[in-house]
């Protein structure tokens, strides 16, 4: 048997032989076999067969109440055994194996690293303003210029949005003569390339 229908059913202590109700409509063997098949298209219930109703009230018996209701029944039977399925190659992963990402599902993002490192290398062969990204975030860093509040993802989407020709500019330069701005989004815009080449760290101050 699969070690992680193992560590559900002891988890849950439930017998993978007896039916989950007096009509059988499905025995929890097959409902922890539906629960590992599923996948962004193919819910519980869809591969069991059953209304989302048959679902809720005898997962509710066996699993037991969910924290979130809006969380679907796969993710939370993998977070009561410390795993998650991942988005991209679909395999139950322990959570360690997840970068954190705070407002996702368990504080973790849903593509497990390997996943994450393969897509970022797809991004980044098909966009090379992400590479600018990154450099320009470990500038700012080294400089100390980025806020705790600073939301990534915008940023990274920003350098990502950048049209051909352009370049990401710090509107006030990270480090400037006078004035240093933050690598912060409302700090950046796109310049054209021999424009900001030409502009280097300065800022007129009126
Ligand atoms: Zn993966």
């Known amino acids: ?6 560590l559900i059913l002891d988890h849950f ?11 059988n409509t499905f025995t929890w063997g097959q409902a922890v076999d539906a629960i590992l098949d599923t996948s962004p298209r193919n819910s519980v219930n869809k ?17 037991g109440k969910k924290p979130a209701s809006s969380q679907p029944w796969p993710n939370y039977i993998f977070n009561c055994i410390g795993y998650k399925k ?39 062969k098909n966009n090379p303003e992400i590479n ?8 700012a860093k080294k400089l100390q210029r980025t806020p ?8 990274l ?16 330069p990270l480090q400037g003569e006078r004035v240093s701005g933050l690598h912060v989004l409302e700090n950046l815009q796109y310049l054209p390339a021999s424009e900001n080449l030409s502009k280097s760290n300065r800022f007129e101050i009126t």
Not at 1 to 6: L, S
Not at 13 to 22: A, F, I, S, T, Y
Not at 148 to 155: G, K, V
């Open 1 to 6: 048997m699969n070690e992680i229908k193992r």
């Open 13 to 23: 202590n439930l017998n993978p032989n007896k039916g989950c109700n007096r009509q």
């Open 47 to 63: 591969i069991l067969g059953v209304s989302n109703a048959t679902i809720t009230s005898n997962f509710s018996k066996a699993f």
């Open 86 to 124: 991942c988005y991209g190659c679909l395999e139950i992963k322990s959570l360690d194996e997840f970068h954190k990402s705070k407002n996702r599902d368990m504080g973790k993002q849903s593509s497990c690293k390997v996943c994450a490192k393969e897509n970022l290398r797809l991004r980044q």
């Open 132 to 139: 600018r990204a990154y450099s320009s975030k470990y500038n």
């Open 148 to 155: 705790p509040w600073i939301n990534d993802l915008a940023i």
């Open 157 to 172: 989407e920003f350098y990502e949005g950048c049209p051909k020709g352009y370049h990401v500019d710090h509107i006030i």
